[in-house]
């Protein structure tokens, strides 16, 4: 038998997450909903000795008319019963201390005569402001049982699986809706209910409005709900604002009854006082640019020492399989292959955590909403919009997760220019490229007693890539035009310290998902690259080994090995890939290596640095255990002029392509999937590809 | 014309909402609480006085100033 569907519905802030977290913890699955790409929170709830219930966590709504994408998967599956996440019980999270905005949503979902549980949340919040939330009255009002609970400790939780178990043997409906359609248009109702087969007034009533974002119904039940429309004479703006300021009348009615509130009039809470400071003209943007700073002072500075240890143990062990394992293409294989791929993966699991640690801080502290509100005025400026910052910062540790948060941006326009623009933010896929190349050319030096002077030349880029992206958004803007008005009506959720096992949770999500989608694919391709780098074609590999031999029998066995393997490295499959689009990336001081990195780049930008370890460590030698790709780098020599190979000029016109580049297959699929068409893909990929190629070439010509 | 807005208040400032002029908006400003009759309270502002910050029906909510001009107040 399926498992019966339990739906977490509320406000935005009101604790659905956390109570969602309390219920599944570390069995929760993030997949999709089906159909749209939206993410789908789902994990198992064990309600009885037999029963193990699937719990669904359905993004935050303030109604049931969605205003933006990802509101619309909440009212798709509520007015759908053939919907394979529609729930069996719904249980709306609602936040005491706003009971009276918070029931908006409640009575819709009741409305539409599912089986409802309030759990009434954050009562201790309330409680700080001197309010008391009578819930026996509440349950009593409503016709709905409520259940106390405090999302954060989870307490409660038990007797929410007892109302659940409750509901489910004798469904306790609410009786008289707060808010019949019927009362105010009889004959549409009817006939709606009448032609579509409905028992529900109200959800006959979402028929008529919203019919046009409803995927499950086809072109002709939407064509005769137009019809319908017409015929009754039916204005849905003006119903729709009636239907709100009805049941605002009715709630607050109820919310007298079963609150009490002591709050001093006029008394400036916690958040009041701090949003002075955070909002302030001068110490907000000081506070944020202060903030930003420590981002990147933890992504790089402390970061460091537990990549540093990484490394060492991964060149550790690697040295340690080459002396016990039997020599052979199968050792080389999982030494310089597997290994030095995995090793690249595992390196910036420190960086990654460390981001997402802080990004995660800020959001659930409430203190990123402010930065929306401080940021809105400057962003719009630029064609985007407040809730641009929230991709614009994702995008820093990943594009394809922040292009999927612009689904919140409610504006098309603004929602398309974030996503163009989004992927030009450094992702942390390109930390691994700039963390080595600044090594290479930056010395470690401290400036002003704290500032790595790496962790500023690091800044810089991250500056450059955030300035690119607004410029880009601005040239886009004139080109785009729209006569869809934006709006950015947001609520400010007051102050709330960490909760710790979700931010914890988020590291480790993140984590995972880059160790094992990112992961797979640079190991994937870490092995490939492996193969084409050791085998050639025909004979082609034995042949450049004996001209060595032959040509420079004088060489001491160290150089004469190198040489060797080198000129191996020339002679396989991959050399001659490199070789043949040398000429295309000569101009920005490129050679043939760096064109197999480039190459397989672009799969996913932090492949460059598996690729060069494999390259490299192929290319010099490998009986010098535990050197890092670092100093490899050091060592290598240019051809030509005998200098080292990895120049400033070099090293900077890469860095720079690198902030521009489009080197990433999954951020194309996901502006495919979001955009829902090829065309910005394509656009996206061409003027990122045309910008980076015209900075790098600018940027090695004035250095070299 | 010369009916007050939310954006011409001041911070501190208290006012009544009286009406809305702008259907569409009108929507989502009163899912949010925004109600006639209710009871608003100017926060703050942003840097350059937009967006801003309002205390209504308990909570605060924030919008562009091009917003708040569409909430009528006594």
Known sequence: ?704 | MSKRSVADLKIGERAVIQAFNDEVMSLKLLEMGCLPGAEVCMGSKAPLGDPICLHVSGYCLSMRKSEAATILVD
């Open chain 1, 1 to 704: 038998m399926k498992p019966p569907i339990i739906a977490l519905i509320g406000n935005p802030n009101a604790g659905k997450s956390s109570l969602f977290n309390q219920l599944t913890g570390l069995r929760q699955k993030t997949g999709n909903f089906p159909g749209v790409t939206m993410d789908r929170k789902s994990g198992p709830w064990s309600i009885d000795d037999q029963t193990t219930a699937t719990v669904v966590d359905l993004p935050g709504v303030y109604s049931i008319y969605p205003k933006s994408l990802d509101e619309q998967v909440v009212t798709d599956i509520l007015a759908n019963p053939k919907h394979p996440d529609y729930p069996d019980v719904a249980i709306v999270v609602v936040d005491a201390s706003n009971l009276h905005r918070n029931l908006l949503l409640f009575t819709q979902v009741a409305d539409l005569g599912l089986p409802t549980i309030l759990a009434l949340n954050m009562l201790d919040v309330a409680k700080e402001q001197d309010k008391d939330v009578n819930a026996v009255r509440l349950a009593m009002r409503l016709g709905v049982p409520v259940v106390r609970i405090n999302a954060r400790t989870g307490e409660g939780a038990d007797a929410l699986r007892k109302a659940v178990m409750k509901q489910r043997q004798e469904p306790v409906l609410p009786g008289k809706p707060l808010f019949d359609p019927a009362d105010e248009a009889p004959a549409l109702i009817a006939n709606t209910k009448a032609q579509y087969g409905l028992s529900n007034n109200y959800l006959a009533l979402q028929y008529v409005i919203q019919h046009d974002g409803f995927t499950f119904l086809n072109e002709q039940q939407r064509k005769g709900l137009d019809t319908l429309i017409a015929d009754h004479d039916f204005r849905e703006v003006p119903f729709q604002a009636g239907e709100t300021i009805t049941r605002y009348k009715r709630i607050a009615q109820i919310v007298t009854e079963v609150v009490t509130d002591q709050r001093p009039i006029g008394k400036p809470t916690w958040t009041q006082k701090l949003d002075r400071v955070l909002l302030h003209p001068i110490w907000g943007y000081t506070i944020f640019a202060l903030i930003l700073l420590l981002i990147f002072q933890a992504i790089f500075a402390w970061a460091a020492p537990f990549m540093d240890g990484i490394d060492t143990g991964v060149a550790w062990l690697n040295g340690q399989l080459k002396e016990s394992l039997p020599p052979g293409p199968l050792t080389d294989l999982l030494t310089d292959g597997i290994l030095a791929g995995i090793g690249g993966i595992l390196v910036f699991i420190p960086q990654i955590a460390f981001l997402f640690l802080l990004v995660s801080l800020l959001e659930e502290s409430g203190y990123m909403a402010r930065v929306m509100v401080i940021m809105d005025r400057i962003m719009r400026k630029f064609g985007l919009n407040g809730r641009s910052v929230v991709p614009l910062i994702s995008g820093v540790a990943c594009a394809v997760p922040a292009i999927m948060a612009t689904r919140s941006i409610g504006t098309r326009r603004d929602r398309l220019i974030t996503i163009l623009v989004t992927p030009l933010m450094s992702c942390s896929a390109r930390l691994p490229i700039y963390t080595i190349l600044i090594a290479l050319v930056v010395p470690s030096r401290r400036v002003l007693g704290i500032f790595n002077v790496q962790g500023l030349a690091l800044m810089a880029l991250y500056l450059l890539g955030l300035l690119s992206a607004l410029l880009a958004a601005y040239v886009l803007k004139l080109i785009l035009k729209t006569k869809e008005r934006g709006y950015f009506i947001m609520e400010l959720p007051t102050f709330k310290l960490p909760r710790w096992n979700h931010v914890g949770l988020t590291v480790w999500e993140s984590v995972r998902a880059f160790v094992w989608e990112a992961g797979r694919v640079i190991l994937a391709i870490s092995i490939i690259l492996w193969v084409l780098a050791s085998y050639g074609p025909g004979d082609d590999i034995q042949q450049a080994e004996e001209a060595v031999r032959r040509e420079q029998p004088t060489l001491s066995p160290d150089d004469l090995n190198n040489r060797i393997a080198s000129e191996r490295l020339e002679a396989s499959y991959a050399g001659k890939f490199g070789h043949f689009i040398e000429p295309a990336i000569r101009p920005l001081g490129y050679d043939w290596k760096i064109g197999i990195a480039l190459l397989s780049s672009f799969a996913a930008r932090e492949v460059f640095v598996g690729t060069m370890s494999t390259i490299y460590s192929i290319g010099s030698g490998s009986d010098d255990e535990g050197v890092t790709i670092r100093e490899r780098l050091q060592q290598e020599r240019n051809p030509t002029t005998g200098g080292p190979m990895y120049t400033p000029a070099l090293a900077w016109s890469l860095l720079i392509f690198y902030v521009f580049a489009m080197m990433c297959m999954s951020t194309l699929a996901a502006t495919q999937r979001e955009t829902k068409s090829w065309k910005w893909p394509t656009v996206q990929l061409i003027y990122m590809m045309a910008l980076a190629y015209g900075a790098a070439f600018l940027t090695y010509q004035l250095m070299a």
